[in-house]
């Protein structure tokens, strides 16, 4: 019964922004952690930020200056902006979730946090014109 929907994905003019928002629903209780990942092709899925419903939030060091991540407490959602948006950006860009906080932590190991997710969305395709 969970489910996971992405929006915002698009074509974006290089330098632009965009905010990404995934809408978790069908949880019995009000534990989970989400998370955002990124996959380009060829490239093995990268883990981008994550959320727990402990309000722990943490974004991977490689995307901190440009990502930020937020919820929206009278909803199971959470977004993630990217500012300044450049063509290595274009990916598909998946939310996940599990219902604990055992991802609730500074590893930001992309296969650990892959791993501990239980639920997919199926992912929202960002494409940046060069």
């Known amino acids: 019964q969970v489910q996971l929907v992405e929006s915002g994905g698009g074509s974006v003019q290089a330098g632009g922004s965009l905010r990404l928002s995934c809408e978790l629903s069908?949880?019995?209780?009000?534990?989970?952690?989400m998370a955002w990942f990124r996959q380009v092709p060829g490239k093995e899925r990268q883990a981008v930020a994550k959320l727990c419903s402990s309000g722990f939030k943490y974004v991977v060091d490689a995307f901190k200056e440009r990502v930020t991540i937020s919820n929206r407490y009278t909803k199971n959602t959470v977004d993630l902006q990217i500012d300044g948006l450049n063509p290595e950006d274009t990916a598909t860009y998946y939310c996940?979730?599990?219902?604990?906080?055992?991802?609730?932590?500074?590893?930001?190991?992309?296969?650990?946090?892959?791993?501990?997710?239980?639920?997919w969305g199926k992912g929202t395709l960002v494409t940046l014109a060069s």
């Open positions: 069908g949880l019995s209780g009000s534990i989970y952690t």
């Open positions: 996940a979730a599990v219902e604990d906080l055992s991802a609730c932590s500074y590893d930001s190991r992309s296969n650990t946090v892959r791993l501990a997710m239980k639920y």
